[in-house]
C-alpha cells in the first residue's frame, strides 16, 4: 500500500469511528441525534472527512479494492455539504449503521 493511501485509510477508519462514537451518544437514535445540533454536526462533519479521504486515495488502490463502494462515500460527503439541509434521516441512519461498519471493518481486514 502506497503511504498516501496508507494515511488515508486510517483517516477513514479514524473518521468512521468518531461518526459512530458520536452517534452512540443518541443510543443510535437519528431522530434524536437530529435534535443535537451539536452532536449532527458533529457526525456529519466525520462523515465529510471520510468522504474526502476516499475520494484522496490512489485511482489503484481504488481498482484493487473495488469490493468497496468509494462512489457512495464520496458522494455522501459531497451531498452533506452542498445539501446540508435536505439529509434524509433514514439514509442517514442507514449509513451509519450498515456502511460504516462494513467499510471500517473491511479496511481493517487490510492489516496495515
Known sequence: MVEK??????????????ALKTYSRVNNDVEYL??????YNSVLMSLVQLGENANLLSDKFKEEHSEVNWRKHIKNRNFYVH????VNNRRLAEYLQKDIPQLIEYLYGLRM
Open 34 to 39: 437530529e435534535d443535537d445540533y451539536d452532536l
Open 5 to 18: 493511501d496508507l494515511r488515508y485509510v486510517k483517516n477513514i477508519i479514524d473518521f468512521g469511528e468518531k
Open 83 to 86: 445539501v446540508y439541509g435536505a
